[in-house]
């Protein structure tokens, strides 16, 4: 038996002849197109920080309901509350001096009403001229008080705005009183009602919380 014999069971397998062109489906190149690139990534693009913007109408010291800085300027509310206090020391110094002039005039009149002559009626008279001494060094202090306010405007804190309110309170019952003194009470009343407003102002409230370095 020979392994060249082409019906050989025991041969090797014969060749097989190379596929003819066009045999089979060759490998096709990948379609254009086909697989998207990556794109680059997404830089998310920070977003500008934007100023609130100030309510209509507001306040150019309040602006968001706080000012860091307070105003640079004292507000003219509050100037005017200034000048406002030194005519109500100006007022008082007024009075005092009035008070002092009757002082001074005293002595004369009890003398030509006869009053030294009954001791009752002179002690009622020494009380009258004691209520006047205590009402002349009451003007005097608040004046004195009004001066004081005055200077502190410009360096006071808070403490002067309030003390400001005190004094024009004080300063309509001091008013009241000088009422039958040619209308002078009624200017006081209504420059103490004046203080008291523009004090009160928010605009007044910033300048004297505003910070101090």
């Known amino acids: 038996m020979s392994f060249?014999?082409?019906?050989?069971?025991?041969?090797?397998?014969?060749?097989q002849p190379p596929a003819a062109p066009g045999y089979g489906h060759p490998q096709?190149?990948?379609a254009p197109g086909y697989g998207v690139p990556q794109a680059p990534p997404y830089q998310q693009q920070p977003y500008p920080q934007?100023?609130?913007p100030q309510h209509p109408g507001g306040d150019p010291y309040?602006?968001?309901?706080h000012h860091p800085g307070g105003p640079a300027q004292m507000p003219r509310p509050t100037r005017v509350a200034q000048v406002l206090v030194g005519v109500i020391a100006l007022a008082h110094l007024i009075v005092a001096g009035?008070?002092?002039?009757?002082?001074?005039?005293?002595?004369?009149?009890?003398?030509?009403a006869g009053v030294t002559d009954d001791p009752d009626v002179e002690r009622y008279a020494d009380l009258g001229k004691g209520i006047v001494v205590f009402m002349a060094g009451l003007a005097t202090v608040f004046a004195i008080l009004g001066v004081v306010l005055l200077l502190q405007y410009a360096k006071g804190g808070n403490a002067v705005r309030v003390c400001s309110i005190v004094y024009g309170s004080f300063a309509i019952v001091t008013g009241i009183f000088m009422?039958?003194?040619w209308g002078l009470g009624l200017v006081l009343i209504a420059v103490s009602i004046l203080v008291i407003v523009f004090c009160a102002k928010r605009e007044s409230a910033g300048w004297f919380r505003r910070p101090r370095h």
């Open 62 to 65: 309040f602006q968001g309901g």
């Open 98 to 112: 009035s008070y002092v002039w009757v002082l001074s005039r005293w002595d004369e009149e009890m003398l030509k």
């Open 50 to 52: 934007q100023a609130y």
């Open 179 to 181: 009422l039958s003194a």
């Open 4 to 15: 060249g014999e082409p019906n050989n069971p025991y041969g090797p397998p014969p060749q």
């Open 28 to 30: 096709q190149p990948p």
